[in-house]
């Protein structure tokens, strides 16, 4: 059986869990995801089945964030992935691969973790491309708006030396940008995420330039 079959059995159970979520950690998230990562499963070598599955699956833990109102580790929603999962007649080999993968998403290698299984580092650039560029600037303020977090707040100083850990509220938007957004290409794992990176990196830091601007008012704007 094709990954696009597989999708169809579980497809049912995902949107209707993902229906009541924020446009930031949507089923079009998801969507967007899979697109990304199976493009570079084709160039990076990965295995198609799990890394596509992965991508559609990967976001459970915040369906129940947002449930219980705190911090949900992916590794806390694989019960919920394997009871998904059940509904397909995929091995118990696969199904652990693609649980490992969705555990491990988040273990970034800059944050101390050793992360070396190829179909879990293109999961993990897939998303992280999903959050830079143009949607990811939307993403960050959606989801700032839906957690009552500022645009900014200029009497909080931005640490560029800090590594962002999943989990973490922000003082501001524009403090994730440079905690984690504007970082997330040179942590890039693969060749291929690294080179698209680059460019949307590019388009945010012009949009951080002008919205620093911006910040400090008309009368600079005219000088």
């Not at 446009?23 to 969507?31: A, P, Q, R, T, V």
């Not at 995929?90 to 050793?114: A, Q, R, T």
Request: a negative charge; aromatic letters at 8%; hydrophobic letters at 35%.
């Amino acid at each position: 059986m094709i990954l696009e079959e597989y999708i169809k059995q579980v497809k049912p159970y995902v949107e209707e869990m993902f229906k009541n979520l924020d446009s930031c950690h949507d089923i079009k998230h998801l969507e967007r995801t899979m697109k990304i990562a199976l493009s570079l499963c084709e160039i990076e070598n990965g295995d198609r089945l799990i890394v596509g599955l992965s991508a559609y699956l990967h976001d459970i833990h915040r369906v129940i964030e947002t449930e219980q109102g705190s911090y949900v580790s992916p590794k806390e929603s694989l019960p919920k992935v394997k009871e998904i999962l059940k509904y397909t007649k995929l091995s118990d080999d696969i199904k652990d691969k693609i649980c490992y993968c969705i555990e491990n998403h988040e273990n970034y290698n800059w944050n101390g973790f050793n992360v070396e299984d190829i179909n879990t580092l293109i999961l993990q650039d897939a998303d992280n491309l999903d959050a830079i560029g143009a949607i990811g600037i939307a993403r960050a303020f959606i989801y700032s708006g839906a957690n009552n977090i500022p645009m900014y707040d200029e009497n909080i100083k931005i640490d560029n030396d800090i590594n962002f850990v999943e989990g973490t509220k922000e003082a501001s938007t524009l403090h994730h940008f440079y905690h984690k957004l504007l970082r997330l290409k040179d942590n890039m794992n693969t060749k291929t995420a690294k080179k698209i990176a680059t460019k949307r990196t590019e388009f945010m830091y012009n949009f951080i330039n002008e919205f620093q601007e911006e910040i400090k008012g008309i009368k600079n704007s005219l000088n």
